[in-house]
């Protein structure tokens, strides 16, 4: 079994920076964090998509980069992905996508979301407030299900278009950085998120 964890960074991401902090650095923390929990995953591929230029500086050498529209839906993203792999010999059997506004998410329910999958087709780790902090799917993506990490009742919606609700199943939950506000909600307790935890500190 062959895995991508993909963290997916779109511009708007920025618009949490707490006051004093500039939000294009604000972005660039949150971004890297996430990227570096995902990259210590065992067993993983991590990739970068993301729609914010010049971010490829806080991955490590090799990882894959892809560059989209900052609307572009997660549909499409999820086939460019395995799309991507045509060429690869070892190609990816299934996909995460996270959202790169968590950067204390526990490397656990990343962990999670992969073994639900072997009960159900999508599995979603909802976000406090609404919407998805990540889902996992197979590759090929599920043809029925267009996913949005920022629907609010993005679960009611995926089992209302899957043909079975058992097809769509759900991991713990965790929080993301929407507002400045929501900067509270990190856990100075766990360990990671040292980019983001100096920034804020700093201001």
């Known amino acids: 079994m062959t895995r991508i964890a993909a963290v997916l960074v779109r511009q708007r991401m920025a618009q949490a920076a707490p006051p004093g902090v500039d939000p294009a650095r604000f972005l660039e923390a949150v971004a890297e964090d996430t990227y570096e ?20 500086e806080i991955v490590w050498p090799g990882t894959e980069v892809i560059t989209i529209k900052d609307d572009e839906p997660l549909k499409i993203i999820l086939e460019r992905l395995k799309a991507d792999q045509a060429d690869q010999a ?3 059997d299934q996909a995460a996508v996270i959202s790169a506004d968590a ?13 639900e999958l072997g009960r159900a087709e999508i599995t979603v ?3 406090e407030n609404g919407g998805a902090v990540a889902m996992a799917c197979a590759l090929p993506p599920p043809t029925w299900a267009d996913p949005d990490l920022d629907d609010e009742r993005i679960v009611t919606t995926l089992r209302a278009q899957a043909p ?12 993301r950085l929407r507002t400045p506000d929501d900067v509270e909600r ?3 307790g766990l360990e990671g998120w040292e980019s983001t935890r100096a920034l804020i500190r700093a201001r």
């Open 37 to 56: 929990m995902v990259a210590g995953l065992e067993l993983v591929t991590p990739v970068l998509i993301t729609s914010v230029p010049e971010l490829e």
């Open 90 to 92: 070892d190609q990816a």
């Open 103 to 115: 950067p204390d998410l526990p490397p656990l329910l990343v962990g999670k979301l992969f073994r």
């Open 125 to 127: 780790c909802p976000a």
């Open 164 to 175: 079975g609700p058992r097809r769509v199943a759900t991991t713990p939950g965790w929080h």
């Open 186 to 188: 990190l856990d100075p």
